[in-house]
């Protein structure tokens, strides 16, 4: 099969596709024909070798964390879903199997909901983060939260997931951005020097807490927000034990338990009318290497794509 992977550390350009061995699925485990997978932060960050010390890999490894497709294999143990169902999730990566494939095996799913293509359903990993992440805070009716960041990937996906939950959400954005965020269920506002002002100006009692989506340096003035560390989580700051904020991420030392439950609510939301996956742009398995280069610039509104 057809397989985007690396061989060594470096930039997007080490990517290559390749033919790979195809995986099957054992116990529990479900392999989908892939018809779209995503492209997150930490393929780029596996791909760069920024984990290369925490997380170290088996070269070739075939990146790739999400996916949406048809099954069409079904391993021992599983139940309520057999060959020919459309659905989306996220795959193992200890178990070596990438997403960006012609074949993955799904470690956890949700049916695919008519309501979003396969490109929007290619965002299971942006949904089991942004569920994480809210859970961690606790966030339910009522609560009041920040969003930095919250026209990227991940931000998207968590401003309709809290406003779902009934929070009052604010999401920061860049100017071009603010109509799109409003749109999403957020009071939009900007990022960068005088947040705390604005902040104050359109939520005078303050944020409950804050979700940090961007990784931009702007903790501190998350933390100063909040008024505690505790109540600030990141998703994407790799600094953020330095302000005694916790980072949240599924795998390696110190990952939080996978929100995979997040799939199915999400997919329920999508079939009512009450949620969507922006999509940043898509491209062909060949052309990840721009994929990847889009992800690093910070500033793609949604999801990245990869369609087979």
């Not at 550390?9 to 995503?38: F, T, W």
């Not at 391993?75 to 960006?100: C, H, K, M, S």
């Not at 968590?158 to 779902?164: E, F, H, R």
């Not at 079939?271 to 721009?290: I, K, S, W």
Request: net charge negative; charged share 20%; proline share 6%.
């Amino acid at each position: 099969m057809r397989a985007l992977r690396f061989s060594e550390y470096g930039p997007a350009s080490v990517l290559e596709v390749a033919d790979m061995p195809e995986p099957h699925a054992g116990p529990g485990r479900i392999r989908v024909a892939v018809r779209a997978s995503g492209v997150t932060p930490a393929d780029c960050y596996l791909r760069s070798g920024r984990f290369r010390d925490t997380m170290p890999l088996r070269l070739p490894h075939v990146l790739g964390v999400d996916a949406a497709g048809v099954v069409d294999e079904v391993g021992p143990g599983v139940t309520g879903v057999r060959p020919g169902d459309e659905v989306f999730g996220i795959v193992d990566l200890a178990e070596r199997g990438g997403a960006n494939a012609e074949y993955a095996v799904l470690a956890a799913w949700a049916p695919k909901p008519d309501a979003l293509s396969w490109e929007q359903s290619g965002a299971a990993a942006n949904i089991e983060t942004a569920t994480r992440a809210l859970d961690r805070l606790k966030v339910t009716a009522g609560t009041t939260l920040l969003i930095e960041g919250a026209a990227g990937g991940v931000g998207t996906v968590a401003v309709q997931l809290a406003a779902a939950r009934g929070a009052h959400v604010f999401g920061t954005a860049g100017p071009r951005n603010q109509a799109f965020v409003a749109g999403l269920g957020a009071t939009p506002t900007t990022y960068g020097p005088g947040l705390g002002e604005r902040i104050t100006a359109l939520a005078p009692d303050g944020v409950d807490v804050v979700l940090d989506c961007a990784g931009s340096g702007s903790l501190p003035d998350l933390v100063a927000l909040a008024g505690s560390p505790d109540r600030v989580t990141t998703v994407a700051d790799l600094n953020a034990a330095k302000y005694g904020v916790h980072l949240s991420r599924s795998m390696g030392p110190g990952a939080d338990p996978q929100a995979v439950e997040g799939l199915a609510a999400a997919a329920a939301l999508a079939q009512q009318g009450r949620f969507t996956v922006p999509v940043a742009a898509a491209f062909t398995l060949e052309n990840a290497a721009a994929a990847h280069r889009l992800s690093e610039t910070g500033h793609a509104r949604g999801k990245i794509v990869l369609t087979l």
